[in-house]
């Protein structure tokens, strides 16, 4: 009781006088430290759980990071394969207003597995005015032909392969002879080349539009190595494909007067009959602005008695793939 009633004094002296702020203050200054030492413990922990936090925010942090750099490296990988892409792109439109002829530019979506067939699948079909013998290039030179047509694919059979010939002509002086394939990707020889003929390493063949199956000039093969012997008939003639036929994704299908096609879309024939979805389809065929290369005129080739266009000796399952044979 006595404490309270002189707490009450002291609360009430302070407040009307100032004779008690000189006592306060020393008193406040002794009680500093006291007042350090028990809130210790308290900051103690708040500092130790702001380290703790602080490291679960940055690993947090860290992690995101991680995630958005993997996030931009795959764009930047995506952004290397468009790039690329785009690269093959122009030099397929490059090559496609070199060429008289229409044309319609297809992808490569399969590859047949089996060792001995050179072949390859492309994303355009029957529906897309493809026919069996359509010539096939890529933007560097003459790939193959249709040999096989489906509604919305088609396989096309590689001039490697070693049941495809077709007629060519050595660029420099008209030496004619016939490619064909040799069963892989690196070369086709070059059949019918007399031991003394004109044909050097380095030359360029080119299609010679014999047999009406390509149409002559597209370039076919540049030779590798020419080895004569005396005592044979035929040179030895190695020629390295100049298309990329192992590299390339997109082709040009061509529509050549040769084929019998220079002028519309097989689905246009006279006589047809067309639905509403081919009608469509071959509309959007015709304003492809990859399509509005002009046609080709009425090219004069050689007639079919031409030694070059005799039958070839191939299989008979294998007849539309090479040129000439009818």
Known sequence: ?????????????????STLQPLRSNLSLILTPIYY???????????????????A?????????????????RKLQKLATLTEQNVRLRELLNSSSLVDERVLVAELVGVDPNPYTQRVLIN?????????????????????????VMPFTARVLL????????????????LRAIA????????????????TADIRVDDILVSSGLGQRFPAGYPVGRVLSVEQDPSQP??????????QLTRSRYMLLVFSAESGYGELVPVLEEGSELNDA??????????DPVLSAPAAPEATTETPSAPLDAPLSVPPSEAPAVEGAQ
Do not use: C
């Open 1 to 17: 009781m006595v404490l309270s009633v002189l707490s009450i004094a002291l609360m009430v002296a302070d407040a009307r006088v």
């Open 37 to 55: 030492v028990a809130d210790l413990p308290v900051r103690l922990w708040d500092a130790v759980y702001q380290q703790v936090s602080s490291r």
């Open 57 to 73: 925010d940055l690993l947090a942090e860290n992690e995101r990071l991680r995630a958005e750099a993997l996030l931009i490296q």
């Open 124 to 148: 355009k079909g029957e529906r897309d005015g493809v026919f069996l013998g359509q010539p096939v290039l890529d933007a560097t030179g003459l790939m193959g032909q249709v040999v096989e």
């Open 159 to 174: 001039i490697t392969d070693s049941s495809h010939s077709l007629p060519v002509q050595v660029n420099r002086n008209g």
């Open 180 to 195: 064909s394939g040799a069963g892989n990707n690196e070369w086709l020889e070059l059949r019918f080349v007399g031991d």
């Open 234 to 243: 035929f040179a030895d003639v190695k020629v390295a494909p100049t298309a």
């Open 278 to 287: 081919e009608v469509q389809a071959v509309e959007d065929a015709l304003q």
